[in-house]
């Protein structure tokens, strides 16, 4: 059977065309932040420089589209639809009438739709996983930089052991199948999942010691929502079947923390370093307050401005980290709709089809680009202050 | 600075006694040794097989005496033959001693790869061989290009060729190899058929044909870094009081540039490129797999596919050697070049 084919131009109309809801958020969300841009404090910076509304704007594209990705998609990203095999951009596909907008792949699934869930998986892990980096980093390097002394030294020298492992090589070792079977990846993750809750915890016990009124709701929210998301994510005991993940997913999360967090140490130590040095934490050692309290609300609030862009750019290396990971078919599962096992699974059959090997890739490039961008303005704004 | 060489050393065998222990444990977990087993057996060997082709090729001895048998500060066992009593060869295609011996990384014996059925030494050096062509050429294509790039663009700061050039190498920090190589393969092998899109006929000979597409991929990624790095430091001597003096005294813009800026500009990106190598490396496992380029990054990606343990523990401990020695050469150039840092 012959298969029939739309002209460019309406793939191109038809690509624009399915990705109505994210136009219109994106119109109304930038339109809202161009509007209140002199209230919005840092963000609202942002929108000064063509750089950084180019970087926004990208930003925001991937995420709409990942959380309009059920809408946008025409077809299910695992159905496989025999007719379509290695089907070119354009063609309709017979029993719905619907265009395989950017083809089929050597599975005949529809690459459109998979480029569109493939966001969804990126820009859930890739978020989360910088997030408890931050975490990790910061709890560490935080006493550090402050105390220096034996506990740098010897936090400096697990860092540095962390650094000094190629990352391909550190994945190959963490993320394979067989770990699964042993409670390493476990026990990493109920190492790395407690440090949010110690840091919120010491948090609002430093601040709130004086007003047990306040301590108590806040230290009680802490360690209810954190308990349930900790149970949920490593024993995967969540009582209400919310919070669940994936075994492999786990895996991946555990490993992309691991890979990240030396990184983050390292720079609020030595940020912490530097800021120690100010008045204003001689004041506060006057006072007689105690070292976390200057830690973690006189210092870490003067270093937020770094410690933003480097978040922002590292979202974009973790980002490459999990296209890295599926490109060597490593933890995620074969079929898997992510950016990396697509541009595995297209580019060893470059030589006869290009077509599914273009979607993903760009796909990738240009969210890492508009973090890029989106982290050199923020960078370029906050040295304006 | 003899004495700062010296501990710096130490803290490297330190690191790299810890990280070989490391690896050591994680590839010899449990599942990871079924696996080998399975793979070196036949088909459809049932559990009891397994785990005497493990007994009998010493995989389940005492962790740490295996470690240290490893390193070569316990002699190493011959195993026992079941069937005759005899001391034999672990494997049949490497001659491991059969009398106990010191053979061990630091007596040069790196072991027995279970994948090539070959001594590690015979099939690691040649792959490093190999990718220390493919790094060579990297670093000819990218050092010009990334310092190029970053001093036109710091040497005015705001004009339109330092916009153009900075959103240029933001877009190729944006650009991890294994897309920037699709995108190469795309366009110059499949559209324009320019070039080769395997780099495997390189291990023969290397020729602008199939080698230009490994290099170019390798290249870009680190190009931006490096050009940023470069621009930030030209911005910032170029702020500096004694460039302002010698265009005070009627020096041209180019002949400040070239004399007096270049040289101190260069000294942060000198920093910056030797800590690029552990990023290359990363790089160079993706394109040699991409390109089927048989170098140390496919070596390494066949050992930890393969489970294949004595290989994948001697590319750990290559590339983990590159990583830090890098940073020593690093930290110690910067304080040659730079006379107002002092190590101690």
């Known amino acids: 059977m012959q298969l029939e084919y739309i002209g460019a131009f309406n793939v191109v109309l038809g690509v624009l065309a399915r990705f109505w809801p994210v136009w219109i958020a994106l119109v109304l969300v930038m339109g809202a932040s161009f509007a209140y841009k002199k209230r919005l404090g840092l963000y609202g910076q942002l929108f000064d420089s063509s750089v950084g509304i180019v970087g926004v704007g990208i930003c925001l594209f991937w995420l709409f589209t990942a959380i309009f990705a059920s809408t946008i998609s025409p077809f299910n ?135 047990p009124d306040r301590l108590y709701i806040l230290l009680g929210l802490t360690l209810i929502i954190g308990g349930w998301v900790y149970a949920g994510l490593v024993f995967d005991a969540d009582p209400f079947r919310i919070i669940h993940i994936d075994p492999n997913q786990l895996n991946i999360f555990v490993a992309v923390v691991f890979a990240s967090s030396p990184g983050v140490f390292r720079i609020v130590r030595g940020l912490v370093m530097d800021i120690k040095t100010r008045d204003y934490v001689a004041a506060a050692q006057t006072r007689g307050e105690s070292p976390w309290y200057i830690m973690l609300w006189e210092i870490l609030p003067n270093a937020r401005g770094p410690l933003i862009v480097d978040a922002c750019l590292r979202i974009g290396y973790t980002t490459i980290l999990l296209g890295t990971l599926g490109y060597f078919g490593l933890g995620l599962a074969p079929e898997s709709p992510d950016w990396g096992t697509a541009i595995k699974d297209a580019s060893r059959l470059l030589r006869s089809f290009i077509h599914p090997a273009l979607p993903p890739t760009i796909a990738l490039m240009s969210f890492v680009l508009g973090l890029n961008l989106l982290a050199d303005s923020l960078r370029e704004q906050s040295m304006k202050d | 600075m003899l004495s700062f060489i010296l501990r710096r050393l130490g803290t490297m065998a330190l690191t790299m006694l810890c990280l070989t222990l490391v690896v050591f444990f994680l590839i010899n977990l ?26 009998n090729h010493g995989y389940r001895q005492n962790f740490f005496s295996r470690y240290g048998q490893w390193l070569g500060v316990v002699p190493k066992q011959p195993v026992t033959d079941p069937a005759t009593g005899k001391p034999g060869r672990r494997f049949s295609f490497c001659n491991d001693p059969v009398e106990p011996t010191f053979s061990g990384v630091l007596q040069g014996d790196f072991g027995c790869s279970t994948k090539f059925k070959t001594t590690v030494a015979s099939k690691l050096f040649p792959a490093l061989g190999a990718t220390g062509i493919l790094m060579f050429w990297v670093l000819v294509v990218m050092v010009p290009i990334s310092l190029l790039i970053g001093i036109l663009a710091g040497m005015r700061e705001g004009s339109r060729t330092d916009r153009t050039l900075s959103v240029a190498s933001i877009a190729s920090t944006a650009t991890p190899e294994y897309v920037s190589g699709v995108i190469f393969t795309v366009i110059f092998a499949s559209w324009l058929g320019l070039l080769n899109g395997s780099a495997a006929s390189a291990s023969r000979g290397i020729t602008f044909y199939n080698f230009t597409l490994p290099v170019m991929t390798l290249a870009i990624y680190g190009i931006g870094y490096i050009a940023r790095m470069t621009r930030a430091s030209m911005v910032e001597v170029m702020t500096q009081q004694y460039i302002r003096t010698a265009r005070l005294k009627g020096l041209s813009f180019g002949s400040v540039v070239v004399k007096h800026a270049l040289r101190n500009a260069l000294i942060a990106p000198f920093t910056v490129i030797m800590l690029q190598f552990p990023w290359l490396l990363t790089g160079v496992v993706i394109v040699e797999v991409m390109f089927r380029y048989q170098g140390f990054g496919y070596t390494l990606v066949e050992a930890a596919g393969n489970n294949d343990i004595d290989l994948l523990l001697g590319c750990s401990l290559v590339s983990v050697f590159i990583v830090l020695i890098t940073q020593l050469i690093s930290d110690v150039g910067y304080a040659f070049l730079n006379p107002r840092i002092r190590v101690q």
Do not use: C
């Not at chain 1, 998986?121 to 002394?149: D, H, K, S």
């Not at chain 1, 079977?181 to 476990?186: A, G, K, M, R, V």
């Not at chain 1, 010491?202 to 010691?209: A, G, H, I």
């Not at chain 2, 459809?44 to 785990?51: D, G, P, R, V």
């Open chain 1, 77 to 211: 990203p695992l159905v496989q639809i025999p007719i379509m095999k290695d089907a070119l951009p354009g063609a309709v596909e017979p029993q719905s009438g619907l265009v395989y907008l950017f083809g089929g792949d050597k599975l005949a699934r529809d690459v459109f739709s998979r480029m569109v869930y493939g966001s969804q998986i990126v820009l859930i892990i890739a978020p989360a996983a910088t997030g408890f980096a931050l975490m990790v980093g910061i709890t560490l390097g935080l006493p550090a930089g402050y105390y220096g002394g034996r506990i740098d030294t010897v936090l400096s020298f697990l860092a540095n052991l962390v650094l000094a492992f190629p990352v391909i090589l550190l994945f190959y070792l963490l993320v394979t199948p067989g770990i699964m079977e042993t409670p390493i990846p476990y026990m990493m993750a109920g190492l790395f999942f407690l440090f949010p809750i110690i840091f919120f915890s010491v948090l609002f016990w430093t601040r709130y010691k004086k007003r």
């Open chain 2, 30 to 55: 449990d599942p990871n040794l079924k696996k080998l087993a399975i793979s070196q057996t036949e088909m459809h060997t049932s559990a009891e097989q397994l785990e005497s082709w493990l007994v």
